[in-house]
């Protein structure tokens, strides 16, 4: 297994575009949240707004473009043709899967950290002091903080798993791509335009994207169409799935 994960930290290093995808991912995120910060108007007598979730707002961007750096880790060697010397060197299937997914979720670890410290540094200076409602800057020594920040970091790991096992299953990239980005945005697009306040909420329990990010809220969490660390648990499940799907077809089929 160590071999194996040396190998593919090594084909993820060197493979064109790699950096420039961490970049942009922590770019975009925390340009994304310092917009959002600096958009927020309220009235003199202040507003009920949730100052971590809108400093984490960049998230909702940034995961696309982890979305296209996991799946690249997988299909990029099905579109070069590589991908039948890497099960040569390792004959174990799920062993080449395992590699790529801790490779993969290590990397993004990394810049999901770096983006989430800029978004909320950018929210703590941006944000006006009457956003929220005259309580204390943005810090990580709150505790619903600190679970807003570290939620989202694990949100985009949790991503980045799901994203590679579609690419397992898949081996397309676009098509890969294509059902991640769906499975993530088109559900919050649908419980938009449902009336039904059921079948809404629902969608919003169910689907990976609105529920993983409940992980964000620090106020009004009653509101809430799932517990936070519950919803991040339903995007767990989803990422499982996927990886359990791309391990099967990898493993019984061809390479």
Same mark, same amino acid.
């Given at each position: 297994?160590?071999q194996?994960?040396?190998?593919?930290?090594?084909?993820?290093?060197?493979?064109?575009?790699?950096?420039?995808?961490?970049?942009?991912?922590?770019?975009?995120?925390?340009?994304?949240?310092?917009?959002?910060?600096?958009?927020?108007?309220?009235?003199?007598?202040?507003?009920?707004?949730?100052?971590?979730?809108?400093?984490?707002?960049?998230i909702?961007?940034?995961?696309?473009?982890?979305?296209?750096?996991?799946?690249?880790?997988?299909?990029?060697?099905?579109?070069?043709?590589?991908?039948?010397?890497?099960l040569?060197?390792?004959?174990?299937?799920?062993?080449?899967?395992?590699?790529?997914?801790?490779?993969?979720?290590?990397?993004?670890?990394?810049?999901?950290?770096?983006?989430?410290?800029?978004?909320?540094?950018?929210?703590r200076?941006?944000?006006?002091?009457?956003?929220?409602?005259?309580?204390?800057?943005?810090?990580?020594?709150?505790?619903?903080?600190?679970?807003?920040?570290? #939620?989202?970091?694990?949100?985009l %790991?949790?991503? @980045? +798993?799901? *994203?590679? /096992?579609?690419?397992?299953? $898949? &081996? !397309? =990239?676009?098509?890969?791509?294509?059902?991640?980005?769906?499975?993530?945005?088109?559900f919050?697009?649908?419980?938009?335009?449902?009336?039904?306040?059921?079948?809404?909420?629902?969608?919003?329990?169910?689907?990976?994207?609105?529920?993983?990010?409940?992980?964000?809220?620090?106020t009004?969490?009653?509101s809430?169409?799932?517990?936070p660390?519950?919803?991040? #648990?339903?995007?767990?499940?989803? %990422?499982?799935? @996927? +990886?359990? *799907?791309? /391990?099967?077809?990898?493993? $019984? &089929? !061809? =390479?």
């Amino acid at each position: 297994m160590k071999q194996a994960v040396h190998a593919e930290w090594t084909k993820l290093r060197t493979e064109p575009g790699t950096g420039w995808l961490l970049l942009a991912c922590v770019a975009l995120t925390a340009a994304l949240s310092a917009t959002a910060a600096a958009a927020v108007t309220c009235p003199s007598t202040g507003c009920d707004l949730d100052p971590a979730r809108i400093s984490l707002t960049g998230i909702d961007l940034g995961q696309a473009v982890v979305v296209v750096l996991a799946v690249r880790a997988v299909s990029g060697e099905y579109s070069t043709g590589m991908i039948g010397v890497t099960l040569a060197a390792v004959p174990r299937r799920i062993t080449v899967l395992a590699a790529k997914a801790a490779v993969v979720t290590a990397v993004v670890l990394a810049a999901g950290t770096i983006a989430v410290l800029a978004s909320l540094l950018a929210g703590r200076l941006i944000l006006p002091g009457h956003a929220s409602n005259g309580d204390a800057p943005l810090s990580l020594a709150n505790g619903l903080v600190l679970r807003a920040a570290g #939620g989202s970091i694990l949100y985009l %790991a949790l991503i @980045a +798993l799901l *994203a590679l /096992g579609a690419a397992a299953a $898949l &081996r !397309d =990239a676009a098509t890969a791509i294509g059902v991640v980005l769906g499975l993530l945005y088109v559900f919050p697009v649908m419980a938009a335009v449902v009336t039904d306040p059921d079948w809404r909420q629902r969608l919003q329990q169910f689907a990976p994207m609105t529920a993983g990010l409940a992980i964000q809220a620090t106020t009004d969490l009653r509101s809430l169409p799932v517990d936070p660390w519950v919803g991040l #648990g339903v995007l767990a499940v989803w %990422a499982v799935a @996927a +990886l359990m *799907a791309g /391990g099967l077809l990898l493993w $019984l &089929r !061809d =390479a």
